[in-house]
């Protein structure tokens, strides 16, 4: 049984560029976070998804950042007119459809280069 | 009030030696508590959890304290190893939502 699948695994843009990254989940795994780490800092939650719904997004910044679960294929985090700050490391975790397990799978993690 | 404050920011112990590393939290809604391995370059790993209503939970060299009136609990390794070496998180959490992670503490064991 495959991991949290991200990719890509490293993503260099320049300022002004979008940066669109993707999740596949675990197989079974109806439930997706994506959390950002900045370094030398724990990771900060930014949004929660089910498939083809938002459920919490109060991490995400209010401009810019959009996320999206569809019923077929990958998570998406995309990022509009990236900024220097916006340099990161953005992880997607996954958990089954009970949700009374508390359990999130991390991906290894996408690293965001902006020049 | 969804802060999880961690301490030390690091830590070196020697081969053999107790690491010991404290979170302490304010949300009282908090109901599961996980600790988090990470490697250089790779995503955070669990590597045991509890609950509010046990205070104590052992596996293996790990083992995890939990003090409900304190709102506070640790993370124990016993007979630390080199491959030990990593940055721990400590964690809360409630109703399978967010994660609220604490700052994260670097462990470096000395051979």
């Known amino acids: 049984n495959a991991g949290v699948m991200q990719n890509p695994r490293h993503l260099v843009r320049r300022r002004g560029q979008e940066a669109r990254l993707r999740c596949s989940p675990m197989?079974?795994?109806?439930?997706v976070y994506w959390y950002r780490q900045l370094p030398e800092e724990g990771l900060k939650f930014m949004v929660y998804l089910q498939k083809e719904n938002i459920i919490d997004e109060s991490g995400m910044p209010k401009e810019r950042f959009s996320a999206e679960f569809p019923k077929e294929g990958p998570s998406i985090l995309r990022i509009q007119q990236v900024v220097r700050g916006d340099s990161a490391a953005y992880f997607c975790?996954?958990?089954?459809?009970?949700?009374?397990?508390?359990?999130?799978?991390f991906g290894p993690g996408t690293r965001l280069t902006v020049t | 009030q969804q802060q999880v404050k961690q301490s030390p920011q690091s830590l070196i112990v020697q081969k053999g030696g107790i690491s010991i590393i404290n979170c302490a939290y304010e949300?009282?809604?908090?109901?599961?508590f996980p600790w988090y391995q990470q490697f250089p370059g790779k995503g955070p790993a669990l590597l045991i959890a509890?609950?509010?209503?046990?205070s104590e939970k052992k596996e293996g060299r790990f083992t995890i304290s939990f003090n409900k009136s304190a709102k506070q609990f640790s993370l124990h390794i016993m007979d630390s190893q080199p491959g030990d070496s990593a940055t721990y998180f400590c964690a809360a959490t409630s109703s399978a939502s967010k994660i609220i992670f604490g700052s994260g503490t670097r462990l470096s064991i000395r051979p």
């Open positions: 509890i609950r509010p209503d046990v």
């Open positions: 949300n009282t809604a908090f109901d599961y």
């Open positions: 197989k079974g795994h109806s439930h």
């Open positions: 975790a996954s958990s089954p459809l009970a949700s009374v397990s508390y359990e999130q799978y």
